[in-house]
């Protein structure tokens, strides 16, 4: 071997490596040995044979790129032999090497052997990440590998694994023994082990161990150390029923009851709501006395002991006979738990035809709304729909077309039809009073409806793409919207343009999401990501990072300590707000989760999802645990699935939880689920 070649594969191996120090020094001893000719370094007298025969090794594996498809070949072949103690965790390993392999190959020009590798392999990994692979596979050239963000974004960036030592020393032995070189290259460049010491942690860990986010942790890490105030409002609903008593007498409660007395669903829920009365004075009793609290102790508690904040919005003023409307709702209000499910009524659109994009319902029940694919928002009141008989309600609880209900019903239409946009509409949201209606379309605007005069009165006007969803703040005259331009902006309804406007995602915001005080909104991203950003300044406070594929849903909790984020594939994820840390993560959904609704004291999450189920969750079971206890416990600190309620054949649009603790649901019947 010549002394050229040596040279040449020396330096090649540092660069490849990535020990530019010594790769430095190596080309200043090389230039100082050409400029003195009178002593010449002979390599093959300083070289060792074995250390030449390793150099000749990493030549030939940088040359052929069959070397890519062998080498992972190996390393996929003994991780999946490994013993099923590691095993999870060293499968973690493998995804980011197989596409850095990938994109290695296209990088070097071998665009057949990548595709040939990229189909060989792709199997193994389409159920954690579908949604990447279907983008790596548009990458045919290495000039797509600068043009296409998300890969261009995957080289530059390092990937976050949480590993055991033991996992951790048994794969270095292993690159070491099979002399890997291609592998334990693009490892030390691409692969960041978080080695921590003990056993290796749990297979339902796995969510939270892998991260693709490997150069914006730092700045995650970051900005997740400034302040957040995640308490109620000063002078909240909550605050003057506790200062009240929070209960009202008898009399006042049987009033109470029979003013949702019209709903069939309701009457069991007021029932309950008449027995639990009492045992919520028997807890304050408790209470005073000092006695160690039943199971409805610690679920009464959370919004009560919540601290409080100002206000960073000027906050509109209430009318007092709403006012008092909501307190009554609010003394009459079941107290659930995991012992008291929520009674469900459950909305079910017919005959849609595939056109309904989305769902939402008024905070009472009394409206329900559908955006249609014809650029339709349509809006049902139910208490019309009860006055007729069942027959027309099948017919009516969802049509999309026009002229079979004018038939049906003689020149009526059982519901109020908003047209105005000129694209679908993919998002709608009620007011808190239900006087109002927001839609958001893929003609980039935001519309504002009266229910009352049933017209548009304002068409926001700010996104350059569609708007995927558009929420009212809790008090109503705010509202916030996410769309394909990657920003989410603040509205107030008396201004046309926007207030505030977050920056942020690398991808689409897919939803949105206010806070309990209203300081503060959340964001969910195509990009896995969901974001907390503050209302006043506009800055991004929290970025919470685990989810594996885009965020579909996100719920705060009344309280304003948790929030709830729902992904395409039918992940929850629990975050505690105040440190930006997954309190747990929930899996039992099989699809997307569409939606998601914490109960009025905080107690109970209600998820739905595309599966055709809701699933009910106990919050207080795991945010309760100390941190110790749930290192020890692993699986059974996470939130306990209380309850599975299976539709027919129905894909869950959207929940809702009234003021009393009545769970609304919607959706529309789909044949083929």
């Not at 080498?71 to 390993?93: C, I, P």
């Not at 909305?347 to 309904?356: A, R």
């Not at 008024?362 to 009141?381: P, R, T």
């Not at 239900?434 to 304002?458: E, Y």
Request: aromatic share 8%; hydrophobic share 35%; glycine share 6%.
């Amino acid at each position: 071997m010549d002394e050229e070649s040596v040279r040449k594969f020396v330096a090649a191996y540092l660069k490849k490596k990535g020990f530019k120090q010594t790769e430095n020094a190596f080309q200043e001893e090389l230039n100082k040995n050409t400029n003195n000719s009178s002593s010449p370094i002979s390599f093959n007298s300083q070289f060792e044979p074995d250390v030449a025969k390793h150099i000749l090794s990493f030549s030939e594996f940088e040359d052929g790129p069959a070397k890519y498809q062998d080498g992972y070949a190996k390393l996929r072949s003994w991780t999946y032999s490994s013993l099923d103690l590691y095993r999870h965790e060293l499968l973690r390993v493998l995804y980011p090497v197989f596409i850095h392999c990938f994109m290695d190959l296209v990088a070097k020009g071998h665009v057949q052997e990548a595709r040939t590798f990229f189909n060989s392999f792709r199997e193994d990994h389409e159920m954690m990440h579908l949604r990447d692979l279907q983008k790596l596979e548009g990458v045919l050239s290495p000039s797509h590998l600068q043009e296409m963000e998300f890969a261009h974004s995957l080289r530059q960036s390092k990937v976050n694994i949480k590993i055991c030592q033991y996992s951790y020393e048994l794969l270095l032995q292993f690159l070491h023994k099979s002399q890997s070189t291609t592998m334990l290259g693009i490892i030390n460049e691409h692969i960041n082990f978080q080695v921590s010491p003990g056993q290796p942690s749990s297979i339902s860990d796995d969510a939270e161990s892998v991260t693709l986010t490997g150069s914006s942790q730092d700045s995650a890490n970051q900005i997740n150390q400034k302040e957040i105030h995640w308490g109620l409002l000063e002078d909240s609903f909550e605050e003057r029923l506790e200062k009240a008593g929070g209960l009202l007498l008898e009399s006042e409660k049987a009033e109470g009851e029979t003013k949702e007395g019209d709903w069939d669903e309701n009457k069991k829920k007021s029932i309950e709501g008449a027995k639990q009365g009492s045992s919520i004075k028997k807890l304050k009793k408790d209470k005073a006395a000092g006695a160690t609290g039943k199971n409805a102790r610690p679920e009464a508690t959370p919004v009560a002991t919540a601290p409080r904040v100002k206000a960073e919005l000027t906050l509109p003023v209430i009318p007092t006979e709403v006012e008092q409307s909501i307190l009554e709702d609010l003394r009459n209000r079941v107290q659930l738990s995991s012992a008291a499910l929520p009674s469900v009524s459950f909305y079910t659109f017919i005959n849609t035809h595939n056109g309904l994009n989305c769902a939402s319902i008024s905070h009472d029940g009394s409206l329900v709304a559908g955006g249609f694919s014809d650029s339709s928002l349509k809006v049902w009141d139910m208490a019309k729909i009860g006055q007729q008989g069942v027959d027309s309600l099948q017919g009516e609880n969802g049509t999309t077309s026009s002229e079979q209900v004018l038939g049906s019903n003689g020149g009526k239409r059982p519901y109020t039809l908003f047209q105005g946009h000129s694209g679908p509409v993919y998002s709608a949201t009620f007011n808190p009073l239900g006087d109002f209606i927001l839609s958001s379309s893929a003609d980039s605007t935001v519309r504002l409806w009266s229910t009352k005069l049933n017209a548009n009165l304002v068409c926001y006007k700010g996104h350059n793409y569609p708007v995927w969803d558009v929420q009212f703040s809790p008090v109503g005259h705010y509202f916030a919207s996410a769309s394909h331009d990657r920003t989410a902006r603040i509205w107030s309804m008396d201004k046309i343009q926007p207030l505030r406007i977050m920056a942020g995602h690398l991808s689409d915001v897919d939803c949105v999401q206010w806070h309990a005080n209203c300081n503060y909104i959340a964001t969910g991203s195509s990009d896995k990501t969901v974001r907390l950003w503050d209302v006043q300044t506009g800055e991004c406070v929290r970025i919470f990072i685990g989810h594996r594929s885009m965020v579909l849903s996100l719920a705060m909790s009344p309280d304003g300590r948790y929030m709830a984020s729902g992904d395409e594939d039918g992940a929850i994820m629990m975050w505690d707000l105040s440190s930006g840390r997954c309190v747990t993560p929930l899996t039992g959904h099989t699809s997307c989760v569409w939606t998601l609704a914490f109960s009025g004291e905080g107690s109970l999450l209600a998820s739905g999802s595309a599966d055709c189920t809701v699933k009910l969750w106990d919050v207080t079971a795991s945010t309760k645990l100390p941190k110790t206890e749930e290192n020890k416990s692993g699986n059974t600190s996470r939130l306990r699935s209380l309850k599975t309620l299976p539709t027919k054949c129905t894909p869950v649009y959207s929940l809702r939880f009234s003021r009393r603790n009545l769970l609304f649901a919607a959706g529309v019947l789909s044949k083929t689920v």
